[in-house]
């Protein structure tokens, strides 16, 4: 069964308006509190001023790709709180978040429109392949590996696991697992980057990917199963709208975490997910990722040895990720029963299961991919270029910024792709002016940003829709 999220939010005065809109006996199934079951989780947000609107989007979107959009331009001139004092006080948050970011939106014009490139490549492998909802639950314990370094100390407890409890491991945690021949049931990776399939070297015959389709087309290299997974995003209601989508979180690790608790009736503990440094090391199994990872506004984190640890805000958002999936309350920090790693609020510490007192592991049961979905995709997304191509030339004569979104032109399923580009470049572009490197009205400058993507991208874009075959 689908776990389904639902949240609210309530204006001032909007209860009885709210009534019959959508879900006509909602408000009675809360009656004024949160819910939460097995199945659902229905969380209520009053919104009673301007101020709580501002606060409720940096408090929930200040992870989302959305947010250098909100927290520049538009947010700034057009949000409905117009004292200026007050309302830069609502974005020095947001500013502080987005600052250290840049990987979310891009750092060039071709790695922000990386994911749509990848999809492309991946389309022919993974749109065939069974959805994540065709995997039967199964009631065994399941582990959600992370790679701090907390994850060394547990290599003994999880190889006497192996064939005992369900294993969903991060990317990171891969190439370490391997070499100690513990070999992960499943295998989440969720990054467009190319480091991703520098993680991923291996031959993994015995792991099921169930990652996102916008990885690079080497990180699904060595893995022989494959499951078709669509996170919540634009970009899967262009490649897959039929599919049932989940929520990742934003690292690969939270993705562990989230399929791991879909998978299992049982309970989730988690192993590697410190969220924190030790000394000088952020990952158990690479100086090289320890050295690239900064911590910023000397962030801290409460480890569970009561020590002060070095974070970063990158983790803070993992964190929170893990304590929204706590939901079902049925997520265990084995880490923290150690007293290794840092503390996830609301997630109980408890050691890893006894392997003398479970049962072998069963297979598992998946059903059968569905090649028709490939073939919708293929009907448009290989004119995908073109597309683009026509949608630059219509939106370069555009009078002002609300006529410049691609569904005005574009009208079938790839002025979602379109879409994610521009937001992309728009972002990039948002940001530059706020920094004062633009002098030029919006709209010029967003035509001018269009004009050098469309020269960069076109032939990119043209070659990875090539590679789309019948």
Known sequence: MRTVFKSVI????????????????????????DKVTNDYKLTQIRISSKDDIAKMTIANFAGHQAAVHLATCDFRYSHPVRDVVKRDELLQEMWRIVRYLPGCWGTSIIDCSQGVINILKNARLLLGCPTLNQIKRLNVP???????????????????????????????????????????????????????????????????????????????????????VAPFDVLYEWMCPTVGMMNPGSSSGSMAVQIAGMLTKSDVFLIGHDLCR??????????????????????????????????????????????????HRKLFNASGSEGLGSVIQGVDCKGLPDPSMLSD???????????????????????????????????????????????????????????????????????????????????????????????????VLRRACESLVD
């Open 361 to 459: 592991l069963p297979e598992m049961e998946i059903g059968n991919g569905d090649e028709r979905r490939y073939h919708d995709f293929l009907a448009y997304g290989r004119n995908l270029s073109s597309d683009f191509d026509a949608y630059v030339m219509d939106a370069l004569e555009a009078k002002s910024v609300d006529d410049v979104g691609s569904k005005k032109y574009i009208h079938n399923r790839n002025h979602f792709a379109i879409d994610y580009i521009i937001r992309s470049i728009y972002a990039q572009m948002s940001i530059e002016k706020r920094l004062g490197h633009s002098e030029e009205s919006l709209l010029l400058a967003f035509k001018n940003a269009l004009s050098n993507v469309h020269k960069e991208l076109g032939d």
């Open 142 to 228: 399941a582990i959600a590996i992370g790679a701090g370094p907390s994850l060394k100390a547990a290599l003994p407890a999880l190889r006497s696991l192996r064939g005992r409890a369900l294993m969903v491991a991060c990317d990171t945690a891969m190439s370490l697992l391997d070499r100690e021949g513990i070999h992960p049931e499943i295998c989440t990776p969720l990054e467009r980057l190319p480091a991703t399939a520098e993680k991923l070297k291996g031959v993994y015959s015995h792991t099921l990917y169930a990652g996102t389709p916008v990885v690079p087309p080497a990180a699904l290299c060595g893995f022989s199963r494959h499951i078709l």
């Open 10 to 33: 309530i204006g001032r005065g909007d209860d009885s308006a709210l009534q019959g809109i959508e879900y006509p006996s909602l408000l009675a199934l809360m009656d004024g509190e």
């Open 278 to 327: 030790t000394g000088d090391a952020s990952h158990a199994d690479s100086e090289s990722i320890s050295a690239k990872v900064q911590t910023h506004d000397q962030h801290t984190a409460l480890g569970y040895d009561g020590a002060m640890h070095p974070s970063t805000l990158a983790w803070e958002r993992t964190r929170i990720d893990i304590q929204e999936m706590n939901y």
